[in-house]
């Protein structure tokens, strides 16, 4: 209870509850932008967060990843162009609604949704992160190296391309954490003689140089996105209550497996979104509508991206492994502000937890009163000529970069980065899994090689403990899906063919 | 630039393949059998494997066709547009000390508004007013030592 109460005074500090509403406006601005992510969003504030209180550091990131998952529905309605790729799975819906008139119906479930799915995705954080933590007290390094190379294997399954391409953006990304001197000896390791190399990558300029530089330079090359009509909406929440009342049921599901995939370490709103609309439809009294423009797959996968969003903290939280590629950001956050991840956290630190939690249940109920505002001028916003919003974005990634290290290095790396992430996008290689590999390859280093030192070498007791062995199997399963859907979708297609 | 499995596959093996024998070169720990050379060698050796698989185009199946949004003709001259910004942050890295802050983000505002297709009228007074509302931010609310060079901010 003490905690709580200090939890309370922590977030009503006034530099937080600044933050809190600075960074939902931020967040929901980019976030609408077309082409500019929720990732993105995130990683160009970082280095704000270098002079900001630990609490109020944590609060911009998770109001500004929660405010711009929202947003980024907002182009999916009016132009069907995702804000950003968690909308993606329903922009065709929700564009179907527009044209059929209820633009108004579609942008408030989206808004609506959203607060719920990332209310009932905090209180799965709050139960879950504690029960899991007694467990995550016993681990030892050999179930940490298996989380950690599970969440690289759920990075590859999530990315809709080739899970062979996949596995080599991952495998890329650990190749790059191999740069640097922090590796077992100490020695310095393919750093080339260059001297601002001896450090290593750090995963700030790899992260903004790959979502935001490769973005300014795709707008380059395509031809800009046709402006927003004009328009007056009616009421946005109108019809809400009749929408959770009737699609009672696909929203709860919505919110729970929303809760389970981002609970995956590596896997997050993009693919809660997929899945949920998949689902939807699958499980729908009535599929035939899907497509047309009905609410029902937009209840279930507003609802899902937004839950993941929460959920994907505990994987985070407890096990410095992150749940997707904002808690991929928030994880370098946390240690730079002394929070180590780690089952301890939710211990020692407890009141930092419930001011967490706090935070995230009031980013979702701002969501709703801001979210109308920004629906109401988002006409206004989307007309921003790119030719305006670009030039900034890239002067930011300069001084976002400079600013994490005061070294021009980290701008020059941001510029290689920025041009890898466009090369590997155009040929299907999905960026995201080499920003995972990026941030996650020295804790698994260390923990393999730590783990293969304790077991002199032998390669059984990664396998021996429970804990292990059945995250062990977790992992194969994940690595071997691929192959079996390969292998199923081969043999039906002869039957087929056969039939 | 769209290039061919055959060709990032290729580029994978032969990354792959240096890293692990860079990689296998690196010096021990004295009185340990595991070192510095484990990771990359594993790492290495599984780049040398996707590359392979990916230049043969195993599981191509999994894609998803990808609209092209660049037709073949402009694309030849107008694919090197899309080098306009690391260009501009490799400027940024040489200009700034020697220029200032100031100027040479309006100058990369400048080109890449342009290079964008903005008009003057939209691009000019976005290279005044960006850096100086940047500069503002992040050099006095949250003190990075952006260079002054030859023009100095008013504050």
Redesign the interface.
Known sequence: MMDLLEACRMVAQVDVVVAILASAIYGLVVGSLPGLSATMATALLVPVTFWLSPIAAIATIITASAMAIFSGDIPGCLLRIPGTPASAAYTDEAYAMTRKGQAEMALGAGLWFSAIGGVVGTLSLVLMAPLLAEMALSFSTYEYFWLAFLGLMCATLVARSSPIKAIASMLLGLLVSCIGMENPAGTPRFTFGLTDLLGGIEPIPALVGVFAVSEVMRAMVTAEPPPLPRRKFGSILANQWMLTKKYQWPMWRGNIIGIIIGVLPGAGADMAAWVSYAMSKKFSKEPELFGTGHPEGLVEAGASNNASLASGWVPSLLFGIPGDTITAIAIGVLYMKGLNPGPTLFTERASSMYALYLIFIIANIIMIPLGIIMIRIASTVLRAPRAAVMPVILLLCAVGAFATGSNLFSVLLVGVFGILGFVMERNGYPVAALVLGIVMGTMVEQNFVTSLIKSDGDILPFFERPVSGVLAALTFGALLWPLGVWIWNRTRGRRLAAG | ???S?RV?GAV?VA??GA?AI??SR????PG?????A???L???S??VI??A??AFG???????P?EE??GPGP?RL??L??????????F??YA??PLG?LLT?AI???V??F????RPR??VP??IV??LL?HLA?YK??????PAGVLPAPW
């Open positions: 630039m769209h290039l499995d990032t994978l990354l792959g890293a860079v990689g690196l010096p021990a720990v340990q059998d595991v070192g510095p484990a990771f990359p594993v790492i290495g599984g780049l996707c590359g698989l990916i195993v599981g191509r199946s999994f894609e998803v990808e949004d660049a694309w107008g694919g547009r899309a080098l306009i910004p690391p260009a501009l942050l490799a940024y890295v700034s000390e802050f983000g990369m505002v400048l890449a508004a290079a964008l297709g903005a939209l691009a976005l290279a960006a850096p940047v992040f609310l949250l003190r990075v030592p952006l």
